[in-house]
């Protein structure tokens, strides 16, 4: 029970530490000039593309995946918000 407890405490404080970094993101997201953030989503999707690519091969856990995959939604969902209010 006692492991079971440490490893809930360490999914919350990851899940903290992804919080404070999309927090972080977005005040660096709204600190660019407009021109630079419409680059942003697509030079993002590069980014992901290319992590995907160096995944294909690894041993990494679906867990991992998930979490990836879930937080490029939350990214993609900040720079479509960043971007309305832009315009």
Do not use: Q
Not at 12 to 20: D, H, I, L, P, V
Not at 24 to 41: A, G, V
Request: include cysteine; aromatic fraction near 4%; glycine fraction near 2%.
């Amino acid at each position: 029970m006692e492991t079971l407890r440490d490893a809930l405490a360490r999914l919350s404080e990851a899940k903290g530490e992804n919080f404070a970094m999309l927090c972080l993101l977005i005040c660096f997201i709204n600190s660019l000039p407009t021109d630079k953030r419409k680059n942003l989503r697509n030079d993002f999707e590069k980014e992901v593309e290319l992590i995907r690519v160096e995944c294909l091969d690894s041993n990494i856990s679906e867990h991992f995946d998930m979490g990836v995959e879930n937080t490029v939604t939350a990214i993609r969902l900040l720079l479509s918000d960043a971007l309305k209010t832009s315009n």
